[in-house]
């Protein structure tokens, strides 16, 4: 089912319950000069921060300060300018978000890397994860858990069926095909983007995600597991194993 949420505010669904619930939005301007202040972490709260290239077009070079020696490094080995842009302000932004929960500066962020690459603070309970897609950022943060997080852009020409049968069960593939063309994309990028929720959560690599089937989660020590809907052609999923009561949707602007 599509479900569309208006204009700066977010829709979120319950994969389970199939529970649905609308988040107000709130702009957020100033946080990368430092000027934005107040935004406590709850221990049973889950803060999502949206940014778009295009809508951010001099945080880059403001936020390619705050990166480390390697980080640059890996922003000037990309190809494209854009795909060095999203590198930029996700990192730079997840430096100045977490400077500003814990009150240091982003420079100052020792971000560890586990094996399969997921970034993660050493002593410490902040849990957070960072995904892109066609200019949109998505940056989640809790505590006391870990989440994952995975938004896609729903290209409507994307062929589905090549990513589905390596990574999906065969019921998954049959279910998705007996659905009308019209929306099997969709049905594909609902599965795809909780199955990779799922495995970022839990620390895996792409290699585990052929092993997540199903919606019985409390054998994977998932607590719960939500579609949300970002805007018209981005979707997501967010994956936590910890639950949590309030959920806060910031949309950065300059």
Sequence with gaps: MKFRNDEGTLRIKNLCSNEEYVVEGEDVVGIVDGKSKGYHLGNSSIHLWHVSVDTAPTFVERLYQVLSREEKKRAGGFKFIDDAKEFILARGLLRVIIGMYLGIKPGAVNLHYTFYGKPFLPDSNLAF????????????????????????????????????????????????????????????????????????????????????????????????????????????????????EHLKYYRLKE
């Excluded at 949109?136 to 589905?164: S, T």
Aim: without cysteine; hydrophobic residues 45%.
């Design 129 to 244: 994860n960072i995904s892109y897609s066609n200019k949109n950022i998505v940056l989640g943060f809790g505590k006391y858990g870990d989440i994952g997080l995975d938004i896609e852009y729903v290209n409507e020409v994307f062929e589905w069926n090549l990513i589905a049968e390596t990574f999906f069960s065969w019921q998954e593939v049959t279910s998705i095909m007996t659905l009308p063309q019209h929306v099997q994309h969709e049905a594909f990028f609902t599965l795809w983007t909780m199955k990779e929720a799922i495995v970022k959560a839990l620390g895996f690599g792409l290699t585990g995600i052929e092993t997540i089937t199903g919606k019985d989660f409390d054998e994977l020590n998932i607590d719960s597991v939500w579609q949300i809907q970002f805007g018209e052609g981005v979707q997501g999923a967010l994956a936590t194993t910890e639950k949590w």
